[in-house]
């Protein structure tokens, strides 16, 4: 049987309705197919599809899966009888007669998936969670009505949490705790490992429910650590140094006076430093360098055979007191250790409990809290029985991906419904099972909570489990479908050697079988680049956040990008599809985002390569993101000099340095104060004035969302459009997330701008982007965000970045002795290296090797991401003399794949690099099979689109739009008087648009009561007009309300400002505007536009023809609204308090002149 078979009959083996499986599966194996392939037969065995529970690791797996498996069944629903018949052979393996009743089934299952009552149930373990606590509530200790805590929000409320205990902690044990730890760590260290050990605290939940509590804990953490909890450091040191009598340490310097050099040196310098010595710990401090080396440890050769010879004596005191003093100094660490380990314990305690507390007050749960109540529901077998008969009566069949990286709380809950599948009543007639899929490999979740070693476990254990009562496939699936064969080759003999496969799950070597035969594939091992010599001066105004122009990361990017550049531009072949490359064909792959990352990205972009952009965006550190949080500060506080700046110098303004300085010249109390001072000085900064006060009051009076909105949507062009031609259109994703935050913000605060901007900047959050597969750009991501893609050429550029040991800690996992397994989450407060005692330099080896183990593991899923071709390098290290002579197991990739093409060296092909870097190793095969179609690897195509979809559709006329009172305003311009300067243009509409607004709000008022509401409107409206000229403008206001030729059109029923669109019948253009007044009547309506011009024309023939066209075109509109009324028009002329009735006639000639 060929592999292909073999792996075609494990697939259906492991996807077989009857059995329950556990399916380990290389890269690229199928593993999502076998999934979608096992739905598929459970449904057609009859299972419902409510009773069906899929759970995978991220949303956008379950998407994929739940896509992947109704285009299937939809497919079934539309096929002929023929193609149906062979689709349900190929899914079963096996080829049987189908009746219509069969085939009928098969074409209902699309339908009946779709009318399941809340859908299939494909989600994340957290989707579950949430999903039984809420029909649960009670019985799970969850708030009813329960809201879920986004990350970031959990995270702000952590350090919420840190820095309230931090205010509490003033005195008392708490205080002496928090100084402790203060001065251990310093203030913003502790405060970042509270936040985070409350974040990371499911383990330490796990350790608190297996010992029974914290005090429990603590003294299994003393026993880790070896230590007595009574003990104290300092007893323990007293102890010591009273164990070196004087009179003993006297003997041992004449002694050593009589020998060499080095034991000369310790008479003389050391001991007499023991007798000066002060207190205890000096006395020891002083006595270190003749017992112990510079690390610490315990000296091969104490005294020399002069001084041994002159008294035999200390030959056996210093061995007997070196033992003495190494052992004690390891029990004073030990006890530093614990007393630094309760201290942490007294304070997390503490902020765990502000930190629930503040949940609670919300009603909210985070993540870590939706495992843990499901657990708590699931465990508490008394409380919860008949929530796990109920819940449990709901599933038949539960299916698992990505086993290897599920949390041993995550597996709690998946497991808590499998011990009624297969026990008990629950083991009831009709079949019920359970799959998983996974790889351990590919676990490289640590820090989310997973442990590789848990997937061998659990697939031993409920192999055990399950197959006593019921069928089990226990079957692996190693042909990959993805990657041809000199990838493959290259990446199994990575991991030929067992030190470099440790941690990967695998007894023997790794065998990866070639499903796509005659590929072609290409792998190249880059030389690393190296460090230029360093610049004897470096610029004073270099940039400290970017790396300098002969930086080998800078190097690197330049060339992978100018690599790529040459292939777009000379049609290099992508063989295997026969056809040139594509952006999109390329992923770049980072083990974390540092300055590499953000050079690469930098030098796609130079080059003119399309690139997708980074995988996570850090919303504050976004220049887009930026600028809007800068105009928000320079609203807020118009002393705030350097916002007002930035915000001058963004987009939304474009001023440059010459405009600071010339503000900045004369001495003023503020740069705001300079600006409103010398606005009429340029346009540009009258103009910014402007903007920046009408932007103030939006924030002062509506908050942020309401101001990020005017900020971005007003101006011509609109600040949005100023912003996205400066920065690229790739800040939309951050400035609509941003505009998203803060409906967020509102929507459970106070609107308020200031409260925003705390509010953001402690979330700090991320934007993560879903990097399509056909999305047509380079892809630059992490090697994580990678988990599930494929591209045909795979970047890993910084393949010689190992981890850093340096980082690890302060909190150490402690190790389980063998025989006595400690509960997991036991950890102890580390310092530096070399103040660790045994327990604590185990758990650092220990630490260092689960590193390196998962960092191999992401290799191995880094390289397997790439389909044919596979590019290693990275940038050398200073201090890495010689990357080969390292163990193995500390190899970097790029080491760790330079052995494996040594080992493959008959068949690889060395050739200098271009920039003349040293050596590229080259391992190849050429394409020897037809090219592959690229739609056999996709989804069916849908039958070819009609070609008018693809056309542009026929323009539709839409007729021009006009603003009637446009009409009026030249001439209206023109009449008016010049009461003001022409160096005040602002001014020059002033006293027209004050007397519309009396008149459009003084009728509201008793006629006794006007001149007072007068008075106060008129000193809002024109606080800089003299009281004379107010007094005159209230005068012709009142004049005409006063008149009672008047009253019709200021009756109770008209109304004030009415707005009025449409298109007149037979016009050519649309009419937008607002009428001053109307009067509505059983039989009329009046129109009445008010005109303020000083001297009005005395006949109606003399008025502004744009007046006149203004009142037509209201007049046509309303004859639509009325036909059975008689419209007339009329202009007041407030000067002389004068109605102008204008003939129809007049507005006939008018309308036809103006808009037909």
């Not at 340490?249 to 006076?257: D, E, L, N, P």
């Not at 008075?1015 to 809002?1020: E, G």
Request: aromatic share 6%; hydrophobic share 45%; with cysteine.
């Amino acid at each position: 049987m060929s592999a292909l078979d073999q792996t075609l009959a494990a697939q259906r083996a492991a996807a077989a309705p009857h059995a329950s499986a556990f399916v380990a599966a290389n890269a690229g194996a199928g593993k999502t197919r076998v999934l979608t392939d096992r739905v598929a037969r459970l449904l057609l065995a009859g299972a419902a599809p409510s009773k069906i529970l899929c759970i995978t690791f991220t949303k956008a797996a379950a998407a994929e899966m739940a896509d992947r498996l109704f285009r299937l069944l939809g497919d079934w629903a539309l096929a002929e009888d023929g193609a149906l018949a062979k689709a349900l052979d190929d899914l079963e393996g096996a080829a049987r007669t189908r009746d219509a009743d069969d085939l009928a089934k098969a074409r209902r299952l699309f339908a009946r998936a779709l009318e399941t009552p809340g859908g299939l149930k494909i989600q994340t373990i957290h989707a579950f969670c949430e999903s039984v606590l809420k029909r649960f509530p009670l019985e799970a200790g969850a708030p009813p009505g329960f809201s879920v805590i986004e990350e970031a929000e959990a995270a702000a409320l952590a350090g919420a949490a840190v820095d309230q205990v931090a205010e509490r902690a003033a005195g008392g044990t708490l205080g002496a705790a928090f100084a402790r730890l203060a001065a251990r760590l310093g203030g913003r260290d502790l405060r970042a490992l509270l936040a985070g050990a409350i974040a990371g605290r499911q383990a330490l939940e796990g350790a608190l429910r297996a010992v029974g509590g914290w005090e429990t804990l603590l003294a299994e953490t003393a026993r880790a650590l070896g230590v007595d909890p009574e003990e104290d450091e300092e007893a323990i040191i007293a102890a010591a140094a009273a164990d070196f009598a004087p009179a003993d340490i006297r003997r041992m310097q004449a002694a050593f006076r009589l020998g060499g050099k080095t034991v000369n040196r310790f008479a003389e310098n050391d001991i007499e430093r023991f007798f000066a010595a002060d207190s205890p710990s000096e006395r020891l401090e002083a006595l270190k360098p003749i017992f112990l080396t510079q690390k610490g440890e315990p000296r091969q050769r104490l005294a020399d055979r002069a001084s041994i010879n002159s008294d035999p004596w200390i030959e056996g005191y210093l061995a007997a007191k070196q033992a003495t003093l190494f052992e004690a100094l390891d029990r004073a660490r030990a006890a530093r250790a614990f007393a630094d380990t309760r201290a942490l314990h007294l304070v997390l305690r503490e902020a765990l409990s502000v930190y629930e507390a503040m949940k609670t007050a919300r009603a909210g749960l985070d993540y870590d809290d939706l495992i843990f109540h499901a657990r708590r529901l699931f465990a508490d077998r008394a409380g919860a029985a008949w929530v796990l008969w109920k819940l449990d009566q709901g599933l038949d069949h539960i299916l698992l991906d990505e086993a290897q990286d599920t949390s041993p709380a995550q597996w709690s809950v998946v497991e808590a419904p499998l011990e009624e599948f297969f026990a008990g009543a629950g083991a009831r007639a009709e079949r019920r099972t359970f799959f998983a899929v996974g790889d351990q490999k590919q676990s490289i979740y640590s820090f989310q909570g997973a442990d590789a070693g848990l997937f061998q476990e659990k697939r031993a254990d409920l192999a055990k489990k399950i197959a006593a009562v019921a069928p089990f496939v226990d079957r692996p699936l190693t042909l990959s479908f993805r990657t041809a064969a000199p990838v493959l080759s290259f990446v199994d003999t990575l991991f030929a050697e067992p030190e470099a496969r440790a941690g990967l799950g695998e007894d023997g070597p790794l065998r990866h079988g070639v499903y796509r035969k005659g590929a072609g594939g290409r792998v190249e091992v880059w030389p690393l680049t190296p460090h230029p010599e360093a610049p004897e001066n470096e610029p004073w105004d270099a940039p400290l956040d970017a790396a300098p122009a002969r930086h080998p990361a800078r190097a690197l990017a330049r060339c992978v990008a100018a690599t790529i550049r040459r292939w777009l531009d000379a049609g290099e072949p992508l063989a295997s599809a026969g056809r040139p490359i594509a952006p999109g064909d390329v992923m770049i792959l980072v083990q974390s985002r540092a300055a590499l990352f953000h050079e690469t990205i930098r030098a796609l972009n130079e080059c003119g390569v399309p690139v997708a952009g980074a995988d996570r965006l850090k919303l504050l550190e976004d220049a887009a993101v930026e600028d809007l949080l800068s105009y928000a500060r320079c609203v807020l506080l118009d002393t705030d000099d350097l916002s007002l700046a930035e915000t001058l110098k963004s987009p939304f303004f474009g001023l440059d340095d010459e405009d600071l300085f010339a503000l900045t010249r004369e001495p003023r109390s503020s740069l705001w104060a300079a600006l409103r001072a010398r606005a009429d000085e340029r346009e540009s900064w009258a103009r910014a004035v402007r903007e920046i006060a009408a932007a103030r009051r939006i924030a002062l009076r509506e908050g942020g969302y309401a101001f990020f909105c005017h900020v971005l949507e007003t101006g011509a062009p609109s600040g949005r459009r100023r912003l996205y031609a400066r920065l690229g259109a790739a800040s939309r994703e951050t400035v609509d997330e941003l505009l998203r935050q803060a409906l967020d913000y509102e929507l459970s605060h106070p609107r308020s701008l200031q409260g925003f901007l705390a509010w953001i900047e402690a979330r700090a959050g991320e934007i993560k982007r879903e990097m399509d597969q056909a999305s047509g750009a380079v892809r630059v991501m992490t090697a994580h965000g990678a988990k599930g893609l494929e591209a045909p050429i795979v970047f890993l550029i910084d393949a010689h970045r190992r981890p850093d040991a340096g980082k690890i800690g302060p909190l150490l996992r402690l190790p389980a002795p063998a025989g006595a397994p400690r509960p997991r989450g036991l950890f102890a407060l580390a310092g530096t290296k070399d103040e660790d005692c045994a327990a604590l330099t185990a758990a650092r080896a220990e630490e260092k090797r689960l590193q390196y183990e998962e960092y191999r593991r992401l290799l191995y899923v880094a390289a397997t991401r790439a389909r044919d071709r596979l590019y290693v390098c990275g940038v050398a290290d200073r201090r890495d003399k010689d990357p080969s002579a390292r163990p193995m197991t500390e190899k970097s990739w790029h080491a760790l794949a330079q052995d494996a093409m040594a080992r493959l060296e008959g068949a690889v092909e060395r050739v200098q690099h271009p920039e003349g870097w040293g050596e590229t190793l080259i391992l190849s095969a050429p394409q020897t099979a037809p090219p592959e179609s690229e739609a056999a690897r996709t989804a069916p195509s849908a039958p070819p689109a009609p070609g008018w979809l693809a056309r542009p559709a026929a323009p539709e006329a839409s007729p021009a739009r006009l603003a009637p009172s446009r009409l009026a305003g030249e001439a209206e311009t023109r009449a008016e008087t010049g009461a003001y300067s022409p160096l005040r243009p602002a001014d020059r509409f002033l006293r027209g648009r004050t007397l519309h607004r009396l008149l459009e709000l003084l009728p509201q008022a008793a006629p006794g009561e006007r001149p007072a509401a007068a008075d106060r409107l008129l000193a809002r409206l024109a606080p800089a007009v003299a009281a004379d000229e107010r007094a005159r403008w209230r005068a012709e206001v009142l004049r005409v309300l006063d008149d009672p030729a008047f009253a019709p059109v200021f009756a109770p029923t008209s109304r004030a400002e009415v707005p009025v669109a449409g298109t007149p019948r037979g016009a050519r253009a649309a009419v937008s505007g607002v009428i001053d007044r109307i009067a509505v009547t059983e039989g009329r309506v009046l129109i009445v536009d008010y005109k303020t011009n000083r001297p009005p024309p005395a006949r109606v023939e003399d008025a502004p023809a744009a007046y006149v066209a203004q009142l037509a075109a209201y007049r046509a509109l309303l004859q639509e609204i009325y036909p059975d009324r008689e419209i007339s028009c009329a202009l007041l002329w407030t000067y002389d308090a004068r109605l102008m009735t204008v003939p129809p006639a007049l507005l006939d000639h008018a309308l036809e002149t103006a808009l037909v």
